[in-house]
């Protein structure tokens, strides 16, 4: 008895030393400016399955029949998929398991936004998706689970969780769902407030894990909750998925040397006859290879038309206006999340890395899977300003010249004088724009006129189409004192 006591304690902190380290808002970046985790791949994840189909060598086994099976000459296997976010991500995953004949467990999160649109609000199921929670149990051969995140629902969103329990069990039951489990969901709230969410079962909450010490009650604040608790028996629950009689556990959610554990780490590979083991896979965290390498939209900021994208030429052209700046932040999508592009061998980030665009620029996209890498040419279409501006005005040395580009106004400031003087102004526009005065074309950037008058110099942009009109007045200096 004690030595299966020890035994627990060490697998549950061998599975929440995973729990702990884990990202949780993990989507396929390690981090928002690092270089992608390319480990987590669908075809690595369908490899995996492929060794798995050896039956000499392994058993796989849904999660509620894990405990049942006893089988010395072969490796258990309990496949266990959390689905936080991403229910999509879980379908395309259940296919391939399916596909290949492995069994897994998928626990569906009733505090995620695909189940409960509003999680403060226990009637606001979102019931099309019990057809596609069906979908997993009937069509494809899946256990179907529940990813409890109890504790939760009592201190975060006000709700009754015996109650919600009972409730959302007798409604997935009525559906024609079997539920056989939960699996206690790692909240970012539980960090916070130091508990698991399988505390919320008595059975699970005889003695608190690490540093997850409120096992019957947190405080909020200036007020301390008391958990409402219920039994697994009280609800017709066989199992809670991390109290199973696992001797091995991986996770995708652990991370080694700062990326996330996958396949391709060999310790899995180490696993002996006789050993039981389960796998954590969050089937969100794993991406969908294509191979068609293409970008379905492109845009640079202040370009002026629609960019045009040419699948088979590989081509992007885009209108831009001539004379600006062309150190820019490219903004893009690809025909999926899981390509990467590059710049000779710059990573490109969408909307943060600044390339110089004043040249040809080449884009080079790769799959994750390293099998397809297409080179993409950046053609830009140089457009004619449409700025009619005063960039500048010169009026001679001693004298303050102000532009107000907002009413398109110059002053000039010149000194208090008895007679009126002679100013000579010296302007430059916009790049390709042209000035009249008085509807004559001004070759020489350069005005005459009286300080006691003032002139309307007409600017024309280069694009032909747009015109401003300058107001160009001299003041007097006030004179301080
Ligand atoms: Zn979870």
Redesign the pocket.
Known sequence: MLKNRIIRVILQRLAFMVFLISGMSFNGFSSEFCVPDTSLTFEKYEAFLRELKDETKYKVVPLHQFRQTVDTSRIIVGLKH???NNLQRSVDMAKVEYRLGIPATY?F?HTSSYYFSNPNDANSRIIPVYKTFLQFQNDWKHEVGF?S?LITLQLIHKLDPVDFLHKELDYMRQQGLRIYGS?A???PYCKSYHYINYYFFEDCSKEPFMHFVNLNSAALGNETITYKKGRMLDFDLDYEAYFLDNNKYYSDAQFIGGRHWNFDQADWRRLKTGDRVIFLV?PEHWLKVNTMAEFVDFHLPGQTQNTEIDVFLRTIQISYPKHKAMLLKPEFRLNDTVSDVFFGTQYVFSGFTELDFSKNVEFVVKTRNGKTTKTWNLKIHFTPSNEAEIVELHAGKRMKVFIDNKARQVFVETKARRKPEMLRLNYSLSPGALAFLENKPQKEARIKMKSDTSVILSVLAEDGLTRNDWLISAREMKVRN
């Open positions: 959390d689905v936080d626990y999160l990813h995140d699996a969901h790692g909240s969050h």
